[in-house]
C-alpha cells in the first residue's frame, strides 16, 4: 500500500513540475532569428535586431512581405495576438525605404574614367542621392515590443492593405 502511495504522489509531482516547466517556457521572453516562411502564397521574411538598435528594454523584428509576385508588400498593420485574441500593437514601427542603408558616408564619388590620350583619370562627382537621402519605394518594416509580452504564447500577425491576414506562432521566428 505505501508504495503505490508513493508512486501516486511521485506521478502527482511529475504532472506539477511538468505544467511549471510549460508554463515558464510560454512566459519567458523569446528572442527573435532569421527566419523565412510561407503563407497563402506570401513570404515572409523576419530577422531579429542584429545590429543591437533597439531599446534595451524591447524586442525588435524586422519584416519584409514578398507577394505571390516576388514584389515587396508594406503591411498595413502588424501586431501580436495573445490566446484570448487581443491585439498588441508594437511600441515603435518604422517603414524604411529602398536605399535607405546605402545613404552613409560622404555624398562624393571617385570613379575611373578613360582620358583622351588613353589614359585612366579619376572621375569626382557629388552622389546627389546621399544628399537628398533615401528614394524609391517601400524596403522593410522595423517593429518593437517590450520584452516581457513578446513570448511563446503569442502570434504575430501581419494585415495587409488588401485585407488579408497572415499569422504566424512567434516560436516558428524566435527562440
Not at 30 to 36: C, G, K, V, Y
Not at 46 to 53: C, F, K, P, R, S
Not at 140 to 156: E, M, Q, S
Amino acid at each position: 500500500m505505501k508504495i503505490s502511495r508513493c508512486s501516486a504522489i511521485a506521478v502527482i509531482a511529475a504532472v506539477f513540475a511538468t505544467s511549471a516547466l510549460a508554463a515558464t517556457h510560454t512566459s519567458a521572453p523569446l528572442t527573435p532569428f532569421r527566419n523565412t516562411t510561407t503563407r497563402s502564397g506570401y513570404t515572409i521574411d523576419t530577422v531579429g535586431d542584429t545590429l543591437g538598435q533597439a531599446r534595451p528594454q524591447n524586442t525588435r523584428l524586422i519584416i519584409r512581405v514578398f507577394g505571390p509576385d516576388k514584389k515587396i508588400v508594406k503591411p498595413a498593420q502588424i501586431a501580436l495576438v495573445d490566446k484570448s485574441g487581443a491585439v498588441i500593437n508594437p511600441v515603435f514601427r518604422e517603414d524604411r525605404k529602398v536605399g535607405h542603408e546605402e545613404n552613409t558616408g560622404l555624398p562624393i564619388s571617385v570613379s575611373p574614367q578613360a582620358g583622351t590620350s588613353g589614359i585612366s583619370v579619376g572621375g569626382v562627382g557629388v552622389d546627389l542621392n546621399k544628399i537628398f537621402g533615401p528614394k524609391g519605394t517601400y524596403s522593410y518594416t522595423k517593429v518593437d515590443w517590450p520584452k516581457a509580452i513578446f513570448t511563446g504564447d503569442k502570434r504575430l500577425q501581419i494585415t495587409l492593405a488588401n485585407g488579408q491576414t497572415l499569422l504566424l506562432p512567434l516560436t516558428s521566428i524566435a527562440k
